[in-house]
């Protein structure tokens, strides 16, 4: 990367009890040129003894600041003050950076000056699990993930040309920011939310007019989650803060991010009504869900085309469940 590339960004990065895959991440942008040095920002989120002693004993060249645990958007937000560069470049401890990464990268700096936000999807690591894999491809699907299905796979226009977009096709853990954008119109990200926080950000920016661009070419590897409670748990938390940050934008509010939650009611319902014809949406769901699941999975791989199939029931019941507790609790964490 040439001067101007490394001066012109820092790479801000939060982490708290996953020393593991941080080391992984950090080593990524380690032999992606990144001086760690001067171009990381990392925030450790709260007491984590273990991390530090990892951080001290294989990246010595590397500053940090430990602080009390507060939530990720705050953490984020603490660690904003102390970047003194035009972008912000965020990614998450569990994910990595392939080596042409940020050449890539500093190709669109000067290319979208005058933008707000860009970025690109979060893919599947090649060497993943069976069931780490169906995730990739589940997140993918319309059924499962509707409009933000993008941030998991490449845009349909099949170009690797910034592409205007709005924030369901942005993901946080591979997000670039312009901070004089944020420093004028005094914006941050809104500490009260524990999931989605990026989503209410950009939409907020996107209603002041600035501009979002989605990059398809500039991704990142991102770790799946294990196994299905934590499917569900990540689900259910993003459909309880997408209710809450429509609560605190109303003017945000999408009916399709309400069908889940709807889907449940229906659900509950079907014992109250003995109608056949009352359950004809049921089979129709489960249709779209042996299609989908077929559409992403291979019938030549029953396995994995099970576990697809099975992942969608449980995103969109924990999403909708989520959505219900996001309406009606009124604690927003």
């Not at 040095?37 to 004993?57: A, K, P, Y």
């Not at 003194?84 to 500093?106: C, P």
């Amino acid at each position: 990367m040439t001067n101007k590339s490394e001066l012109s960004f820092q790479v801000i990065l939060i982490t708290w009890k996953r020393k593991d895959l941080l080391r992984k991440c950090l080593s990524s942008l380690r032999e992606a040129g990144i001086d760690l040095s001067s171009q990381l920002i990392l925030v450790i989120n709260g007491r984590d003894l273990e991390t530090v002693e990892m951080l001290e004993s294989e990246f010595p060249e590397l500053g940090y600041e430990q602080i009390n645990q507060t939530s990720p958007s705050a953490a984020r937000n603490f660690a904003l003050k102390s970047c003194n560069t035009t972008w912000a470049y965020f990614i998450d401890d569990d994910s990595w950076v392939e080596k042409d990464y940020f050449n890539k990268a500093s190709t669109y700096l000067d290319a979208l000056y005058n933008t707000a936000v860009f970025g690109g999807p979060d893919f599947t690591p090649q060497d993943s699990s069976l069931f780490q894999k169906a995730i990739g491809k589940t997140l993918t699907s319309p059924l499962a993930t509707a409009s933000t299905r993008y941030r998991h796979s490449k845009n349909d226009s099949s170009t690797s040309n910034p592409v205007p977009c709005n924030e369901k096709k942005l993901i946080l853990c591979n997000l670039w920011i312009n901070t004089e954008v944020l420093n004028r119109h005094k914006l941050k990200f809104p500490s009260e939310l524990g999931r989605n926080e990026e989503n209410l950000l950009l939409y907020q920016l996107e209603k002041l007019g600035e501009k979002l661009y989605y990059v398809e070419d500039l991704f990142v590897y991102h770790q799946r989650s294990n196994d299905i409670k934590s499917v569900f748990q990540k689900a259910w938390l993003s459909g309880f803060y997408r209710m809450k940050s429509f609560l605190a934008e109303p003017s945000s509010i999408e009916f399709i991010f309400f069908i889940p939650a709807i889907f449940i009611l229906y659900l509950i319902s079907i014992p109250l009504i003995c109608s056949v014809l009352y359950t004809a949406p049921l089979a129709l769901y489960v249709i779209l869900v042996l299609y989908f699941s077929i559409r992403k999975g291979s019938l030549s791989n029953l396995l994995e085309l099970g576990m697809i199939a099975l992942l969608h029931l449980v995103i969109n019941l924990a999403y909708g469940l989520g959505s219900l507790s996001g309406l009606i609790k009124k604690d927003a964490y």
